[in-house]
């Protein structure tokens, strides 16, 4: 099955900064999507984003599927941008993703 | 987006009893519905995927006869923890998907999770 690798593990950043999330995947895929879990656990839909790139706000995002990697840019980083940021990869657009490890940001004012 | 809702938001069991979480898919019809759980400061793992009208199928691992899921309508998804123990206490969340909004079809919407404690 896919093996969905995220780097780095953890991240701390000053208020302000910009930041690159990366997310490697172990296969070929056609569904990819960038999520933030907030501290109640919730899970934001960032993007969903198979190829190409996608902006919103601060926020934005290229996957190069033949490369089998994804990015996530934030910048200009926010107190309330903290929280751990998961990509999720599958084969297909109706199957399952799987998830890696998860990126844990912490901004500091 | 989708809207995916879970219920209930939290519980607590004694050991040995049975729990049973909902999952709704509120704005559309979903014939597939994905079951994770996530274990504090992990990440998600799939349990299994629940087919409406049918069997669910499990990943590997995951025992089917402790974790029953009835998938018996297009809006409706359970899941039941049976004779639950300490070990079972974890965040469950499930996630549908709505056909409908293409091209973004392929796009999976979260409930807001189900916290288990099994005391």
């Known amino acids: 099955g896919i093996q969905v690798e995220q780097s780095p593990p953890d991240l701390i950043l000053q208020e302000g900064a910009n930041s690159t999330l990366r997310c490697n995947f172990s296969?070929?895929?056609?569904?990819l999507q960038w999520f933030h879990q907030n501290p109640w656990g919730q899970l934001i839909n960032l993007f969903y984003i198979p190829s190409g790139t996608k902006q919103n706000g601060r926020l934005s995002a290229t996957t190069v599927a033949t490369e089998r990697y994804s990015l996530l840019y934030i910048s200009s980083s926010q107190t309330t941008d903290s929280g751990v940021y998961f990509c999720?990869?599958?084969?297909?657009?109706?199957?399952?993703?799987?998830f890696g490890q998860g990126t844990e940001l912490s901004v500091k004012p | 987006g989708a809207v995916v809702s879970q219920h209930p938001s939290w519980v607590i069991c004694k050991s040995g009893t049975s729990v049973k979480i909902e999952c709704r898919s509120l704005?559309?019809?979903?014939?597939?519905m994905f079951w994770y759980r996530q274990f504090p400061k992990q990440s998600l793992m799939l349990m299994a995927t629940?087919?409406?009208?049918?069997?669910?199928?499990?990943e590997q691992g995951v025992e089917k006869d402790k974790f029953l899921i009835n998938h018996a309508s297009l809006t409706l998804s359970t899941l039941t923890v049976t004779s639950a123990h300490p070990e079972d206490s974890s965040f469950y969340i499930c996630?549908?998907?709505?056909?409908?909004?293409?091209?973004?079809?392929?796009?999976?919407?979260f409930g807001e999770g189900s916290r288990l404690t099994v005391l």
């Open positions: 629940s087919n409406e009208g049918s069997k669910a199928t499990y």
């Open positions: 296969d070929s895929v056609n569904n």
């Open positions: 999720a990869a599958g084969y297909n657009q109706g199957g399952k993703l799987i």
């Open positions: 996630s549908a998907r709505d056909p409908k909004r293409a091209p973004l079809a392929g796009e999976l919407f």
């Open positions: 704005d559309f019809q979903a014939t597939t």
